[in-house]
């Protein structure tokens, strides 16, 4: 019923900025709090950043704290990740997901805990 689509995604230098965006599109965007995630080669997909329904609660990797800001505005049905000062290590495919039936003020770091998923966009930072 629901579907993500990230972009915004690209290859930068160290230090850089992106800002990436996950389009939701459906017939319901209701109670939904959000994810991004980043899967690298070899390793296992991880939390970056999720935020609640209504916006007021954000979670961050210790990886990204101070360098990334994960926002929403309901209206625009999209979900925003700027990065900051990014770092080679911060080179993957990232994810958004979605959970429904959340209420307000709930929000969720695990994989498992999510049932709707974008189908990726890669970013690649240089050094």
């Known amino acids: 019923q629901v579907q993500l689509v990230e972009s915004g995604g690209g290859l930068v230098q160290a230090g850089d900025s992106l800002r990436l965006s996950c389009a939701v599109s459906?017939?319901?965007?209701?109670?939904?709090?959000m994810g991004w995630f980043r899967q690298a080669p070899g390793k296992e997909r991880e939390i970056v950043a999720a935020?609640?329904?209504?916006?007021?609660?954000?979670y961050y990797a210790d990886s990204v704290k101070g360098r990334f800001t994960i926002s929403r505005v309901n209206a625009g049905n999209t979900v925003y990740l700027q990065m900051n000062s990014l770092k080679p290590e911060d080179t993957a495919v990232y994810y958004c997901?979605?959970?429904?039936?959340?209420?307000?003020?709930?929000?969720?770091?695990?994989?498992?805990?999510?049932?709707?998923w974008g189908q990726g966009t890669q970013v690649t930072v240089s050094s």
């Open positions: 997901a979605a959970r429904d039936h959340s209420g307000s003020y709930y929000l969720f770091t695990q994989t498992y805990e999510y049932g709707y």
């Open positions: 935020i609640n329904w209504t916006g007021g609660r954000t």
């Open positions: 459906g017939r319901a965007f209701s109670n939904y709090a």
